[in-house]
C-alpha cells in the first residue's frame, strides 16, 4: 500500500531523497527537531527494490572497530525508544556465534571490544548450540547481546513516527534533478520542492544523484542472494532452543564472510519455542524457527535499475559456496537452497560508511555506501545526518566517514 497522500506544497526546512532505513530515520530525526521534512521515494511504499525491504537483519553489539562499538549502544537504545514510541515489537533476542581460526585478527578484536573472555571449541560450540560443527582447530565467540531485528516493520515504524510528528512522506515520485545553490530545488516526476538544506540516502541510486552535482563517489551496488535454507528433519539442525545468529571470520572456507539467521519470512513454515537470550527493555516475542536464512556478504556488481533480472544458476557462484558452508558447518540443514531473494548492497572500497557534507555545497549531506551492514545503526546514522544538516557537532568523531577518504573525489566535484 501506497503512503498515505498529504498536502502539497512546494517549500520545506528540509528534504531527504531516499525513504529506506537510513533517510527515514534521518527524516524522523530532522521532525523531531520542529524542522518541516519532505521525505521522497522514487517507488510507490512498501518495495523491494533497495536495500531496506524484508522481514530480518542482524542486530548485534560486536564489531572489530571500536567507532561501530561505541556507537551500539545509543543505536540499541534508540530502536528500543522505537518500540515503545510505536508499541511494536522490533527485536527478537537470539545470541550471536562469530566463527573463526583461533587469533583470527578481526574475531579477538570482537571478543576485545565486546569485554568477554571466553572463547568456545568445537565440542564446547556443539553443546550449547548443537546445530554448529565447526572444523578443527576453529573457535567460537559468542556476543549474547545480538538479535534480529523485524526491517520491515522498523520501517514501517519509523515513517509512521515521522508522520506523527508533522514529517511529509511522498513516494513514488522519483527525482529527475537537484539544482545546488543557498536554495536547494529538487524537480520531481510529479513536482517542485525548494529547501535550505537537502540529505542524499537514496542507497543504489546515490552515485548518480551526486555525479549531477559534480562529485564522483566510489561506490558499488552488488547485487546479493539471499537463500532460506530448510532443516532436513523438522527440530534436527537443533536450532529451536536458541536459534541464534552467526557469521563468519576469516575462514578459507568462507571467503568475504558469511552470516546466518533464524528466518521469520516464511511463518508457515516454522515452529515455536521460547527464545533464551534477552536484551533487557526490548518488547519479547516467542522464537520462531526451522527455516534458516545464510547469505555471502559478497556480490556480483549490478546496475540497481536492472536488479530484477534474474541470472542463470551458472552465474550464481555464491550458491556453491553457501552450499559447501552449509554442508560443512550446519549439516542438519538441507544442501540447496528452498527459496532464494535478491538484495542489493552499495559498498564503500573500505566497506565504512559515507557520513559527509559535499565538499562543495556545505548544505547538501550525503548518506551512502553501508555496505550491507547499517541496518543496525540505521537510528544512529539518521541522529549525525540531521546534525551535519542543521550545522551540529556530531555526536561521534566523523573521520571514518568522510568523502576526502577517497582520492581524486574532491578533483571530480570542482
Known sequence: MAAPKQPHKSTYDVIVIGAGIQGSFTAYQLAQRHKDTLLLEQFLLPHSRGSSHGQSRIIRSAYPQEYYCRMMPESFRLWQQLEAETGTTLYRPTGLVMLGPPGEPELEACRRNLGVNEVLDAAALAQRFPGFQLQAGQVAVVDSTAGVLFA?????????????????LRDGEKVLHIEPGATVTVTTAAGVYKAPRLIITAGAWTGAFVEQLGLRLPLQPLRIDVCYWREKQPGSAGLGSVSPCFLTLGLSQAPHGIYGLPSIEYPGLMKVSKAQLKVGGFLNQPTLTSFLQVCHHHGSPTDPEKRDQVPSSAARPDITVLSSFISSYLPGLETQPAVMETCLYTNTPDEDFILDRHPKFSNIV??????GHGFKLAPVVGKLLCELSLGKEPSYNMAHFTITRFPGVLGAAQ
Open 152 to 168: 520491515a516493520r522498523a520501517l514501517q515504524a519509523v515513517q509512521e513516527v515521522f508522520r506523527r510528528h508533522g514529517g511529509t
Open 366 to 371: 550525503i548518506g551512502a555506501g553501508f555496505s
